[in-house]
């Protein structure tokens, strides 16, 4: 059965690598070769072509591949009030290899500006495709798990319950903001529950002085305030996230620490969970999702090579899932996004796209047209 609202049987997290000319650009502008106006102009080009890539592949909703950003995270939330993007003495861990050093520092009241620039982003989108538009910013969790309690002012928030309070009001408004300029389709990028899944990750807080005990509950309470006007013809879903930079990840383990609060308890309408390799576990945790409409967007196919994937096998892993959770409740997608970061994953453009027709393919073969 084909869905006829977000999210869709086959769909798309969100970031794809970046092009060539893109590329090129953002080189220039980085040396100061053009003008900030000329690099819009080369973005504004480069979706409007990556648009209608999307709509020809046979998707539903279109993103703006996330051409205009550096990382998937930082570039909106360090354009809250309250939070800036500075520079730091590391980048972040990945397996093997190591982000640019940069980080986030809360030194005011977090709020959300009316003239925040994904809003104008996310209407450039909308006007420029024939299918949904679909806009992705980082959760309300990240800003807090990703540098912790040493990356929030004691002067501006001596008490965090009042800082988890401003970020969900923060988010709320996002939501009316983004519902408000035609978005029908928002997604909060999350890496936190995939965190409190890994014992390494969990560890890394407790060095750090964060005690992660409680944390599920109070991002439930922050969630569900973020989301808790959202009209009834909006979509929210997540992407639980176990690290996506050049190909490789950081968080390993089940969703099972988290599935009974995640799936059960957060309003969402839809969870991207990847599944691409035996780092996520089993479909046990599934058995948690309630009946009824929320869905479960399954990541089959990985984004992290060039390799396409067998369709017997994806559709033996949803027949496996469905053993967990009615198979209504089901989509496809790639596990992550293509470049969660400018610098992109390990894969050709071909390659890419070969795997988005797979899984318009795959969807209308295990759900129907």
């Not at 086959?10 to 980085?30: C, H, I, M, N, Y």
């Not at 948690?288 to 892993?317: A, C, H, M, Y």
Request: proline share 5%.
């Amino acid at each position: 059965m084909k869905r006829t609202k977000p999210p869709y049987r086959a769909d798309q997290v969100g970031s794809f690598l970046r092009t060539a000319p893109l590329k090129e650009a953002r080189a220039k502008r980085e040396k100061g070769e053009i003008t900030a106006e000329q690099l819009k102009a080369v973005e504004d080009e480069e979706i409007k072509k990556l648009i209608r890539k999307q709509e020809e592949v046979g998707l539903q909703l279109a993103t703006d591949g996330e051409f205009r950003r550096s990382w998937w995270h930082f570039d909106f939330l360090g354009l809250l009030d309250g939070v800036k993007l500075v520079e730091s003495d590391h980048g972040i861990q990945f397996k093997g290899v190591e982000t640019k050093a940069q980080t986030l520092k809360i030194d005011g009241k977090v709020d959300f500006p009316a003239n925040h620039p994904f809003v104008e982003h996310f209407k450039f989108l909308k006007a420029n495709t024939k299918v949904m538009p679909k806009m992705t910013i980082p959760s309300p969790t990240v800003l807090h798990f990703r540098g912790g309690r040493r990356s929030i002012s004691k002067d501006v928030y001596p008490d965090m319950d009042a800082f988890f309070a401003d970020t969900a009001k923060a988010y709320a408004k996002a939501v009316k903001v983004f519902y408000d300029a035609g978005c029908r389709y928002l997604q909060f990028d999350d890496t936190v529950w995939a965190y409190l899944c890994s014992p390494a990750e969990l560890q890394k807080a407790r060095e750090r002085g964060d005690d992660p005990t409680g944390l599920q509950e109070k991002y439930v309470e922050m969630l569900n305030t973020a989301i808790a006007a959202k009209p009834a013809d909006m979509a929210i879903t997540t992407h639980v996230c176990r690290g996506n930079f050049r190909s490789t990840w950081i968080s390993e383990g089940g969703y099972e620490p988290v599935a009974e609060n995640l799936l059960g308890k957060v309003n969402y309408d839809g969870y991207f969970l990847e599944y691409d390799t035996d780092r996520a576990g089993g479909f046990e945790p599934l058995r948690f999702l309630p009946k009824g409409n929320k869905q479960v967007v399954l990541g089959l196919i990985t984004s992290k090579s060039g390799t396409l994937e067998n369709k017997d096998d994806v559709k033996r892993r949803i027949e496996e899932a469905a053993k967990f959770a009615p198979i209504e409740q089901f989509c496809l997608s790639p596990q992550c996004g293509f470049a969660s970061t400018e610098e992109g994953n390990i894969l050709t453009e071909d390659q890419q796209w070969a795997k988005m027709r797979e899984i318009v393919e795959l969807a209308e073969e295990v759900w129907g047209k």
